[in-house]
């Protein structure tokens, strides 16, 4: 089968390349799909460039311990494993490989073995692309806005990252469980996050988040681009920050001083917590219904082809994606 490798750390279009690789067996446990489309996130990036270093405790110090990336799919499938009774060869499915696509096998291929529980049965009216490119942004919004952050009717809440593919999702999902939310972007992506359901829009381009009067019940950032003080600066009393972004650094730790420093400030008077989203099928089936249904959608920037896989981790690493990028397969 076809599937993107990388056998050393990286610029995308230096390390990664298409190459004719043995289509996997699926575990006992596990099904093969046929890969019809899958999507580009943080971890894919991080992955490919090797950074920050540090993490290459987990993926490999020299090189990457598994030569593809990618962890969201959608596709058919084709074989299951001995112990697997409620999916079956022929079922559309979406979901994910594994949560953490830095030392598992990918997604960015033509077959891949995936976890049956970290599957569902992908919804008829939604395509291919809008259902893979859901899973990794979809859940970690929908585990963030539901659980850690318990927004509901009446919440004031702030987007940071709010056209990006978490923000996207974490904007619907606020503005449908009735909270007032405010979107942070830059100007071009204005109109599509106030089409999303933002009550109020800022443009980073012409006004500083940080300087702004309001105070909010929940903070979400998705970017990391202002020191944690600055943004807690923006709760009322008694609100939540939420970090969620390794955001920009040294090669060595890259965004991981920063968000070190916002969890020492919940040490103090200030509520932090961060968004840990698991792949379990009540949540995938939930994020099904609410795709179903209409009431929530896949932004999608770009959607490219497998060869062109390479550009699309480099518009990724580029931190200035539209919603979410998407990779068709074959």
């Not at 891949?112 to 919004?141: E, F, Y």
């Not at 539901?146 to 923000?167: C, E, Q, Y």
């Not at 969620?244 to 420093?261: E, F, K, Y």
Request: aromatic content about 4%; glycine content about 10%.
């Amino acid at each position: 089968m076809q599937a993107i490798v990388q056998d050393r750390y990286g610029p995308p279009e230096q390390v990664m390349h298409l190459a004719e690789v043995e289509r996997p067996t699926p575990a006992a446990d596990e099904v093969l799909v046929e890969v019809r489309a899958t999507s580009v996130n943080t971890p894919d990036w991080l992955g490919t460039v090797g950074e920050p270093w540090v993490l290459r405790v987990q993926a490999g110090l020299r090189r990457p311990r598994t030569p593809t990336r990618g962890s969201d799919l959608a596709g058919v499938v084709v074989e299951v494993g001995r112990d697997v009774t409620d999916l079956e060869p022929g079922d559309e499915v979406f979901g994910s490989s594994w949560a953490d696509s830095l030392a598992t096998p990918g997604t960015f291929c033509e077959y891949a073995a995936a976890p049956a529980d970290t599957l569902v049965r992908k919804p008829d009216g939604v395509g291919w692309v809008d259902a893979a490119a859901s899973v990794m942004s979809g859940l970690t919004a929908l585990v963030g806005v539901r659980d850690v952050a318990d927004i509901g009717p009446g919440t004031t809440v702030l987007v940071n990252g709010a056209s990006g593919g978490v923000g996207t999702f974490m904007v619907q999902l606020a503005h449908r469980l009735g909270a007032e939310v405010t979107g942070v972007c830059s100007g071009r992506n204005v109109e599509l996050v106030r089409s999303l359901g933002a009550d109020h829009v800022i443009d980073y381009t012409e006004q500083d988040v940080t300087e702004v009067d309001a105070r909010y019940d929940v903070v979400f950032d998705n970017v990391a681009n202002h020191a944690p003080k600055a943004m807690v600066r923006l709760l009322a009393e008694d609100g939540l920050f939420v970090p969620n972004s390794v955001g920009q650094g040294t090669r060595l730790l890259r965004g991981l001083p920063r968000m070190a420093r916002a969890m020492l400030l919940g040490l103090g008077s200030t509520n932090v917590a961060t968004i840990r989203a698991e792949v379990n099928r009540v949540d995938l089936t939930e994020l099904a219904d609410l795709l179903a249904a209409g009431e929530v959608e896949t932004v999608i920037d770009r959607t490219y082809r497998l060869a062109e896989t390479p550009a699309a981790v480099a518009q990724m690493l580029s931190h200035h994606a539209r919603g979410n990028v998407a990779i068709e397969v074959p």
